[in-house]
């Protein structure tokens, strides 16, 4: 199996990378070439640091047409992860209102409540949809690292497992090949790696 | 519900591990040495995060720094924090490519604020993590920078608003007087200060036994305990005190 990280010049690929190898997958790439990124069977959408210049970079280099045809046409699996699954979405306000790939039809607004710190820092237990294939063999209200202070939200089912902080907000989606996870995977433990393994496995 | 969090603390200096009191150094052992009494990959999983400083004083080396870094992260899959000396953007991006998911940052946030919101700009205020150093005076609180060595102006009251303003994403708040002694955290200063605090506080400086991690974790509005004990938790100790606290009803998260 390969994989391929999206090289956007934007993210700690570092622990996602030793993670996917840790789950005994020695064939992963760092890449942005159209090319390299067809020849994977999964995808990986990284992202840390600001909605605006990740779409910049992104649109820059043809990413989002690049991930356009393999992820929305030719339907390969692709897991955005923290940033990476806020781009997947309609639009983010971080920044004034920056459009985003609208692959899914969520959207990212701050989080608002004054009553709680931000950003939101630490491990927080996420309410598992039971239908979810990366939530399998992991128990409901498992514990994950999040660090955002901005959130995902949409109206549709798009196969959410729900997090709260002051507010419930998306903490996982799962719409046909396109997997997202706010919380980092690669830095929550067993759990994290779990889920890593399900979506390399059973994706 | 958002857990709270056991940080370990690595005060490295110069290609060593070190124990600080007060902030003075001394070598406990080197990598090696910290492998075999610490082996983050299994005991990771007794902790929520961990901090590595670079607390040379002399000459800072973070090549040799993040070489170190890139070694102890191997196969540990929590939230690593690096910082010690990052001048600019550059020294940030080698950190992160050593496997650092956030960056501790302290003297550049009084001596140069314009690289704390350059970085901000970058990675977001959630990768920014500002370190304060105090001591207390009388009835005033001193805030020192280039690792405890150099006081500035403004005092604590003050230079906590400010950082705040600088969007920085987290407080690392360390006692200079309580560093290393084991006596247990500041609670006089922390209790002071932690209604201005409106971003997640870690608590760091005095903590020598379980007891003292407990008491920090259950003020509200602190979100973590730090310990850079490299003597009182080796071994089974970090595991050992975890479930303890967990036992005791303790919010910390479950693997």
């Given at each position: 199996m390969r994989i391929v990280i999206v090289d956007y010049?934007?993210?700690?690929i570092k622990s996602i990378m030793s993670s996917i190898k840790y789950l005994g997958v020695n064939d992963v790439l760092l890449s942005d070439d159209y090319e390299i990124l067809s020849g994977a069977d999964k995808i990986i959408l990284p992202g840390v640091g600001s909605y605006a210049k990740a779409m910049s970079m992104i649109n820059q280099n043809k990413i989002d047409k690049i991930l356009y045809e393999l992820a929305?046409?030719?339907?390969k699996p692709l897991l955005g992860i923290c940033l990476g699954m806020q781009l997947l979405?309609?639009?983010?306000?971080?920044?004034?209102f920056n459009k985003g790939l609208?692959?899914?039809?969520a959207d990212v607004t701050k989080f608002e409540e004054h009553s709680i710190k931000i950003p939101h820092v630490g491990f927080n237990q996420v309410i598992k949809n039971p239908n979810s294939k990366l939530f399998q063999n992991i128990s409901d209200q498992s514990d994950f690292y999040f660090t955002h202070s901005f959130k995902v939200t949409s109206?549709?089912?798009?196969n959410q497992s729900m997090c709260n902080y002051g507010q419930n907000f998306i903490a996982t989606f799962e719409v046909e090949n396109i997997y997202a996870t706010q919380f980092h995977p690669e830095l929550s433990q067993n759990n994290g790696l779990q889920l890593l393994k399900n979506f390399l496995y059973e994706s | 519900m958002l857990r709270k969090r056991i940080i370990f603390s690595l005060i490295y200096s110069d290609g060593f591990f070190n124990q600080s009191r007060n902030f003075r150094l001394q070598k406990v052992g080197n990598e090696k040495w910290l492998e075999h009494n610490y082996q983050f990959s299994k005991i990771a999983h007794s902790l929520d995060e961990l901090i590595l400083i670079d607390?040379?004083?002399?000459?800072?080396d973070i090549l040799k720094f993040s070489d170190t870094i890139s070694k102890i992260v191997e196969n540990v899959f929590i939230p690593i924090c690096a910082g010690g000396g990052v001048k600019s953007i550059d020294d940030a991006e080698l950190l992160f490519n050593s496997g650092a998911d956030k960056i501790l940052l302290n003297s550049s946030l009084f001596e140069n604020p314009n690289l704390v919101l350059e970085l901000i700009k970058i990675?977001?205020?959630?990768?920014i993590v500002g370190s304060i150093d105090y001591k207390s005076k009388g009835d005033r609180f001193l805030v020192f920078v280039n690792d405890g060595s150099t006081e500035i102006k403004m005092d604590l009251y003050s230079y906590i608003e400010y950082v705040q303003t600088l969007g920085i994403g987290e407080i690392y708040l360390n006692s200079i007087d309580n560093d290393?002694?084991?006596?247990?955290?500041d609670f006089n200063t922390i209790d002071k200060v932690?209604?201005?605090?409106?971003v997640p506080l870690i608590i760091a400086g005095g903590a020598g036994n379980e007891s003292h991690l407990l008491e920090g974790l259950k003020?509200?509005?602190?979100?973590a305990v730090a310990t850079a004990n490299l003597f009182n938790f080796i071994g089974e100790g970090l595991p050992l005190a975890r479930k303890k606290m967990i036992n005791l009803g303790i919010n910390l998260a479950k693997w």
């Amino acid at each position: 199996m390969r994989i391929v990280i999206v090289d956007y010049g934007m993210g700690n690929i570092k622990s996602i990378m030793s993670s996917i190898k840790y789950l005994g997958v020695n064939d992963v790439l760092l890449s942005d070439d159209y090319e390299i990124l067809s020849g994977a069977d999964k995808i990986i959408l990284p992202g840390v640091g600001s909605y605006a210049k990740a779409m910049s970079m992104i649109n820059q280099n043809k990413i989002d047409k690049i991930l356009y045809e393999l992820a929305i046409i030719n339907k390969k699996p692709l897991l955005g992860i923290c940033l990476g699954m806020q781009l997947l979405c309609n639009s983010s306000t971080e920044d004034g209102f920056n459009k985003g790939l609208a692959f899914i039809n969520a959207d990212v607004t701050k989080f608002e409540e004054h009553s709680i710190k931000i950003p939101h820092v630490g491990f927080n237990q996420v309410i598992k949809n039971p239908n979810s294939k990366l939530f399998q063999n992991i128990s409901d209200q498992s514990d994950f690292y999040f660090t955002h202070s901005f959130k995902v939200t949409s109206s549709e089912n798009i196969n959410q497992s729900m997090c709260n902080y002051g507010q419930n907000f998306i903490a996982t989606f799962e719409v046909e090949n396109i997997y997202a996870t706010q919380f980092h995977p690669e830095l929550s433990q067993n759990n994290g790696l779990q889920l890593l393994k399900n979506f390399l496995y059973e994706s | 519900m958002l857990r709270k969090r056991i940080i370990f603390s690595l005060i490295y200096s110069d290609g060593f591990f070190n124990q600080s009191r007060n902030f003075r150094l001394q070598k406990v052992g080197n990598e090696k040495w910290l492998e075999h009494n610490y082996q983050f990959s299994k005991i990771a999983h007794s902790l929520d995060e961990l901090i590595l400083i670079d607390a040379t004083r002399i000459n800072k080396d973070i090549l040799k720094f993040s070489d170190t870094i890139s070694k102890i992260v191997e196969n540990v899959f929590i939230p690593i924090c690096a910082g010690g000396g990052v001048k600019s953007i550059d020294d940030a991006e080698l950190l992160f490519n050593s496997g650092a998911d956030k960056i501790l940052l302290n003297s550049s946030l009084f001596e140069n604020p314009n690289l704390v919101l350059e970085l901000i700009k970058i990675y977001g205020s959630q990768s920014i993590v500002g370190s304060i150093d105090y001591k207390s005076k009388g009835d005033r609180f001193l805030v020192f920078v280039n690792d405890g060595s150099t006081e500035i102006k403004m005092d604590l009251y003050s230079y906590i608003e400010y950082v705040q303003t600088l969007g920085i994403g987290e407080i690392y708040l360390n006692s200079i007087d309580n560093d290393g002694t084991g006596f247990g955290y500041d609670f006089n200063t922390i209790d002071k200060v932690i209604d201005s605090i409106n971003v997640p506080l870690i608590i760091a400086g005095g903590a020598g036994n379980e007891s003292h991690l407990l008491e920090g974790l259950k003020l509200e509005k602190v979100n973590a305990v730090a310990t850079a004990n490299l003597f009182n938790f080796i071994g089974e100790g970090l595991p050992l005190a975890r479930k303890k606290m967990i036992n005791l009803g303790i919010n910390l998260a479950k693997w």
